[in-house]
């Protein structure tokens, strides 16, 4: 760990990390003790303290200790696209609609477009309305 502080750029060649992939950095008791994102040319820290603030849905921010959701909205604050992928319940939609109203509220978007895939694929939840 001391090597890889010492010189993280040289790290981030080394393990052919994407730009804007995050890198979780464990301990030797498996405790993560730092979120790192590749910028390309270096790491950048990951911050824990997003909140996205709207009238319509209040202070949105990540779940406190949900790793994922902190990479979601830091994803959100620094990237033009970002996809999120997880299971029902996880705070994707949550998030996403946070930070999308703030934005739409402080007049940086005009608009914002929700559209959902309702082809079923394998091991899905079934979506839309049930008849019967």
């Known amino acids: 760990m001391a090597d890889f502080y010492s010189n993280p750029e040289e790290y981030g060649e ?6 804007n992939q995050y890198l979780n950095i464990y301990n030797t008791d ?46 959100l604050t620094h990237n033009k ?18 930070y999308l109203f703030s934005l739409l509220e402080r007049g940086k978007i005009n608009q914002i477009v929700i559209f959902c895939n309702t082809v079923a694929t394998r091991n899905s939840a079934k979506l839309g309305l049930k008849n019967g």
């Open 81 to 98: 696209i970002t996809i999120i992928k997880g299971s029902a319940g996880t705070g994707k939609s949550h998030l996403a609609l946070g």
């Open 14 to 19: 080394k393990l052919q990390i994407l730009i």
């Open 30 to 75: 498996g405790d993560r003790v730092d979120t790192l994102c590749w910028t390309g040319e270096n790491f950048r820290q990951l911050s824990y303290n997003r909140v996205f603030s709207s009238k319509q849905l209040g202070e949105i921010k990540p779940f406190k200790g949900d790793i994922y959701q902190a990479m979601v909205a830091d994803s």
